[in-house]
DNA sequence: CCGTATCCACACCGATACTG
DNA sequence: CAGTATCGGTGTGGATACGG
């Protein structure tokens, strides 16, 4: 997904819009890995980048200190700089604000769980019907 | 925004990779427009095709369209096509399953609106703070 | 009234490489 | 170890037009 909300949303914000609170909650998490990084931070605490990156092995280098820094933007995460040693390590964890999206998270788990076993047990293709042409 | 998420998720059900409930949940509604249409519907009921495009000025006929039908796929609206008249006119509204969808929606309007308050109150350049280079 | 096709601009994201 | 720049493929969404 891509972050054309969280720039529209931000332009609406700038031209005095306030009527977007849907999708200014949805910029939050909106784009690829932000959700998953929200929830491993949610639940399990801090990481150091590199440990984000082996729980993201899909996500590369960049995308995913791109999309720290824009969830860090948002207040969404904390970043500690531990410069001890010939490496610098840097450590992210939620701020209370980002703990305070949880609950969204953990319903968008729960419906995602439900709805798959939903699919699962009805056999339906799982789901993705597609629209007869 | 965009479909990317939804089309990756897609694959990686067909794969027989169930491990993305949120990713899952995220692509039903991820995409412009989507939370207002689920929203739109889920609040005050069904609503034919001009309406929808009343009620969202902004929305591209072509995208309403389109997303109106991804939605229709994913079992989150029904599509009741009219055809008394010289004009055919099609109503739209939510599935339970797509109703099942609005608290999560409802908890993205109130976080968002809390949100907005706190940032308008604290007067924060409306929190979206950028990083210092 | 509603759906879809075409064309086009632009944003995203991956691969790669360079910096401190 | 972590952040950023560049290049390029691809997907998304707007304008427009045509078909049912």
Redesign the interface.
């Known amino acids: 997904?891509?972050d054309?909300?969280r720039k529209l949303v931000?332009q609406r914000?700038?031209d005095g819009d306030?009527t977007?609170?849907?999708?200014?909650?949805?910029a939050m998490?909106?784009g690829?890995w932000k959700?998953?990084i929200i929830?491993h931070l949610g639940h399990e605490g801090s990481y150091y980048f590199h440990e984000l990156q082996a729980l993201l092995p899909h996500a590369s280098h960049k995308e995913l200190a791109k999309k720290l820094?824009e969830l860090?933007?948002?207040?969404l995460i904390d970043r500690e700089i531990e410069d001890n040693g010939p490496r610098v390590k840097v450590a992210y964890s939620l701020t209370p604000?980002g703990r305070?999206?949880l609950?969204?998270?953990d319903?968008?788990?729960?419906?995602?769980?439900q709805?798959?076993r939903e699919l699962?047990v009805h056999d339906v293709q799982?789901?993705?019907?597609?629209?007869k042409q």
Do not use: H
């Open positions: 997904m891509t054309s909300v931000q914000l700038r306030y977007c609170r849907k999708e200014f909650t949805l998490f909106n690829k959700v998953n929830y820094k860090q933007e948002d207040s604000l305070s999206l609950p969204i998270i319903a968008m788990y729960d419906w995602g769980d709805r798959l699962n799982f789901g993705l019907g597609q629209v």
